[in-house]
């Protein structure tokens, strides 16, 4: 404090001075130490994002445009018509509709599903608990395809092909779901179901009002994977949808790329339309999703 | 990650068992637990563990494209073992996994960078290098065809500046299955960045002050202190990265479309699979090839996980 006392003036102008040689000394990396660390992340970042930034460019261009040799890089004017095209193509809102309801029915599922079942496995006690864990585990290991002939053939059978429950049916039962919840009802600590149990609150009431809504961040991520694994998967929902109007997102995609395969600003704007919802939740909270995908260490 | 606490705590399987608790606590708790377990149980069953089975059993039968088999003893293996076209599709995912592993090196270094105390804009960056990893892969797969086109894509035109002379990425057998690892990596890259972050907040920052008082530089703490510390983190990510990888199909799917001429020379198991399965209606042979990826899958997983002690340190 006291060099900024009245008498100090003149020498703290001479230490300014000092202080702004010995800057200059230190040379301009020196003082920009991360220069080098932004320049490499703006450029990774710049890859990352180009075909984004290019599906939006091409999305807002005239066919010609895009296909000219080379390519124009900006659009003469913005041709938003192209996003209303896609409605044209095909049932768009319908499809968006079907993956919005298969995505809603499979979170629901899951969390309600996986969160009883992982309850039962670690917190109570019943014959063969250790055997009958180990075999939902074990399917965690068998890649789907080797489901994949027998579900479609129940779903055929049940009549459920076309449907937003044929495409959600196997996708609410999950191994993962199941070990996720059991490992985050094994956390809490014992002493909050002795109270309960002291207070007589039946296993039911242990489970919903007391124990389940400790497991927030599990019961997230549980919600943030799953959202992702319905929304964007294609083989399932592939095989068991034919009709465009029953189609969710992904299938009416890929099906559009063989149909309508060269109108590519159609297309991008399709494929921006189809992505965005998860996108957009993703950049809005994406701090609870990157936690929520690194807790769980899987997809 | 998982495996491991698995493995850690085998006592976790009783779960935590209070002193005072009976020692025939096995029917304490009557028919609850099976009316918590009935829903997934039955569904597991029909969805899951019925199916695996039926898949076995129909792989010893010729099933035509009505449904209704007959027992053909093993000619469906016999069929895959003679046939090159899945020994290819095998080939060609391998091929794949590597490109795409290529992608957690590249991770390791730009998680460290982002992870650099004091760095500005760290949010913006990381939103940049993960929003790949949730973007729709058929979504994603459209948009890369556009720019890998032969004729007028970016790439090309790009290529062309420096005076190259870019191929038709998608249709020529080689380059096709090049553009596709490019794309997969690129698409991974965010896993990848999620799970070597988390690791990265763990390394406790007293190694490198240590390190530091030792004369270590920013380059000698990231291969001394870093890269050692981070190893279980890179372990599971090549795991699951190549777990992940094996299952290739929507960007496959999506970026060539099944009337590719090069498609054959780049099909991988899981398209042969559906292929066999849903276009040419061989259900029987599909569930061979099905169960083959199984056999490969756990193969594969099983060699990592018995090479890791020879590289990933467990403090």
Same mark, same amino acid.
């Given at each position: 404090?006291?060099?900024?006392?009245?008498?100090?003036?003149? &020498?703290?102008?001479? &230490?300014?001075?000092?202080?702004?040689? &010995?800057?200059?000394?230190? *040379?301009?990396?020196?003082?920009?130490?991360?220069?080098?660390?932004?320049?490499?992340?703006?450029?990774?970042?710049?890859?990352?994002?180009?075909?984004?930034?290019? !599906?939006?460019?091409?999305?807002?261009?005239?066919?010609?445009?895009?296909?000219?040799?080379?390519?124009?890089?900006?659009?003469?004017?913005?041709?938003?018509?192209?996003?209303?095209?896609?409605?044209?193509?095909?049932?768009?809102?319908?499809?968006?509709?079907?993956?919005?309801?298969?995505?809603?029915?499979?979170?629901?599922?899951?969390?309600?599903?996986?969160?009883?079942?992982?309850?039962?496995?670690?917190?109570?006690?019943?014959?063969?608990?250790?055997?009958?864990?180990?075999?939902?585990?074990?399917?965690?290991?068998?890649?789907?395809?080797?489901?994949?002939?027998?579900?479609?053939?129940?779903?055929?059978?049940?009549?459920?092909?076309?449907?937003?429950?044929?495409?959600?049916?196997?996708?609410?039962?999950?191994?993962?779901?199941?070990?996720?919840?059991? !490992?985050?009802?094994?956390?809490?600590?014992?002493?909050?179901?002795?109270?309960?149990?002291?207070?007589?609150?039946?296993?039911?009431?242990?489970?919903?009002?007391?124990?389940?809504?400790?497991?927030?961040?599990?019961?997230?991520?549980?919600?943030?994977?799953?959202?992702?694994?319905?929304?964007?998967?294609?083989?399932?929902?592939?095989?068991?949808?034919?009709?465009?109007?029953?189609?969710?997102?992904?299938?009416?995609?890929?099906?559009?790329? *063989?149909?309508?395969?060269?109108?590519?600003?159609?297309?991008?704007?399709?494929?921006?339309?189809?992505?965005?919802?998860?996108?957009?939740?993703?950049?809005?909270?994406? &701090?609870?999703?990157?936690?929520?995908?690194?807790?769980?260490?899987?997809? | 990650?998982?495996?491991?606490?698995?493995?850690?705590?085998?006592?976790?399987?009783?779960?935590?068992?209070?002193?005072?608790?009976?020692?025939?606590?096995?029917?304490?708790?009557?028919?609850?637990?099976?009316?918590?377990?009935?829903?997934?149980?039955?569904?597991?069953?029909?969805?899951?563990?019925?199916?695996?089975? !039926?898949?076995?059993?129909?792989?010893?039968?010729?099933?035509?494209?009505?449904?209704?088999?007959?027992?053909?003893?093993?000619?469906?293996?016999?069929?895959?073992?003679?046939?090159?076209?899945?020994?290819?599709?095998?080939?060609?995912?391998?091929?794949?996994?590597?490109?795409?592993?290529? +992608?957690?090196?590249?991770?390791?270094?730009?998680?460290?960078?982002?992870?650099?105390?004091?760095?500005?804009?760290?949010?913006?960056?990381?939103?940049?290098?993960?929003?790949?990893?949730?973007?729709?892969?058929?979504?994603?797969?459209?948009?890369?065809?556009?720019?890998?086109?032969?004729?007028?894509?970016?790439?090309?035109?790009?290529?062309?500046?420096? +005076?190259?002379?870019?191929?038709?990425?998608?249709?020529?057998?080689?380059?096709?299955?090049?553009?596709?690892?490019?794309?997969?990596?690129?698409?991974?890259?965010?896993?990848?960045?999620?799970?070597?972050?988390?690791?990265?907040?763990?390394?406790?920052?007293?190694?490198?002050?240590?390190?530091?008082?030792?004369?270590?530089?920013?380059?000698?703490?990231?291969?001394?202190?870093?890269?050692?510390?981070?190893?279980?983190?890179?372990?599971?990510?090549?795991?699951?990265?190549?777990?992940?990888?094996?299952?290739?199909?929507?960007?496959?799917?999506?970026?060539?479309?099944?009337?590719?001429?090069?498609?054959?020379?780049?099909?991988?198991?899981?398209?042969?699979?559906?292929?066999?399965?849903?276009?040419?209606?061989?259900?029987?042979?599909?569930? =061979?090839?099905?169960?083959?990826?199984? =056999?490969?899958?756990?193969?594969?997983?099983?060699?990592?996980?018995?090479?890791?002690?020879?590289?990933?340190?467990?403090?």
């Amino acid at each position: 404090m006291s060099e900024h006392t009245a008498p100090s003036v003149l &020498r703290h102008t001479a &230490r300014s001075a000092r202080n702004r040689r &010995r800057r200059q000394e230190l *040379g301009f990396f020196q003082r920009h130490p991360h220069i080098f660390v932004h320049a490499a992340l703006i450029t990774g970042g710049f890859v990352m994002a180009f075909p984004f930034l290019w !599906q939006l460019i091409v999305s807002l261009s005239t066919q010609a445009e895009v296909t000219n040799v080379p390519p124009s890089l900006w659009p003469e004017v913005l041709r938003w018509e192209n996003y209303a095209l896609v409605f044209d193509r095909v049932p768009f809102l319908r499809q968006f509709g079907v993956s919005a309801v298969v995505t809603i029915i499979t979170v629901v599922g899951q969390i309600v599903f996986c969160s009883m079942a992982g309850f039962a496995f670690a917190r109570m006690h019943f014959w063969g608990r250790g055997i009958i864990f180990a075999g939902i585990l074990s399917i965690l290991m068998v890649p789907t395809q080797a489901f994949l002939i027998p579900q479609f053939e129940i779903v055929q059978s049940l009549g459920l092909m076309n449907t937003v429950w044929g495409i959600a049916a196997p996708g609410v039962f999950s191994a993962f779901g199941t070990f996720l919840m059991r !490992q985050a009802f094994l956390a809490l600590p014992g002493e909050i179901e002795e109270a309960a149990r002291l207070d007589g609150a039946s296993p039911w009431q242990m489970f919903w009002r007391v124990m389940l809504p400790l497991t927030k961040p599990s019961l997230s991520a549980l919600t943030i994977i799953t959202v992702l694994f319905a929304w964007n998967s294609l083989l399932w929902p592939l095989v068991v949808t034919t009709e465009a109007s029953r189609m969710p997102l992904a299938v009416s995609l890929a099906t559009m790329q *063989g149909q309508h395969g060269t109108e590519y600003p159609m297309l991008m704007a399709a494929a921006l339309m189809a992505m965005a919802p998860v996108l957009v939740v993703f950049i809005v909270l994406q &701090r609870r999703v990157v936690e929520g995908l690194a807790h769980s260490g899987l997809k | 990650m998982t495996a491991q606490t698995e493995s850690a705590s085998p006592a976790g399987v009783a779960g935590p068992a209070p002193a005072d608790r009976p020692r025939r606590a096995s029917a304490r708790d009557g028919f609850w637990p099976w009316l918590f377990l009935a829903p997934l149980l039955i569904g597991m069953g029909a969805f899951y563990l019925w199916p695996v089975v !039926q898949t076995f059993i129909n792989t010893f039968m010729s099933i035509g494209p009505f449904g209704g088999g007959e027992f053909a003893g093993l000619a469906n293996y016999r069929k895959l073992l003679s046939e090159p076209e899945f020994l290819r599709s095998v080939l060609n995912t391998i091929i794949y996994t590597a490109i795409v592993l290529l +992608g957690v090196p590249i991770a390791i270094v730009i998680s460290s960078l982002l992870n650099r105390p004091g760095l500005r804009f760290a949010t913006l960056y990381r939103m940049l290098f993960f929003m790949p990893y949730v973007a729709m892969p058929t979504a994603i797969a459209l948009v890369w065809r556009t720019i890998y086109n032969g004729d007028f894509g970016i790439l090309n035109t790009f290529l062309a500046v420096f +005076g190259l002379d870019g191929p038709h990425w998608i249709s020529s057998p080689g380059y096709s299955l090049a553009a596709l690892g490019a794309m997969g990596l690129w698409s991974a890259l965010g896993f990848s960045l999620i799970i070597l972050t988390a690791g990265l907040q763990n390394i406790p920052a007293d190694l490198y002050e240590a390190a530091q008082l030792d004369g270590a530089g920013p380059w000698k703490q990231f291969i001394s202190v870093t890269v050692p510390m981070l190893t279980p983190s890179i372990f599971l990510v090549v795991v699951v990265t190549s777990i992940n990888a094996f299952q290739l199909f929507d960007l496959l799917f999506a970026l060539m479309g099944t009337s590719n001429p090069a498609m054959k020379e780049t099909q991988s198991m899981v398209f042969m699979f559906y292929e066999q399965g849903f276009i040419i209606n061989d259900k029987g042979y599909a569930s =061979v090839i099905a169960i083959a990826i199984m =056999v490969i899958v756990a193969l594969f997983t099983l060699i990592q996980f018995r090479v890791q002690n020879k590289w990933v340190n467990y403090v």
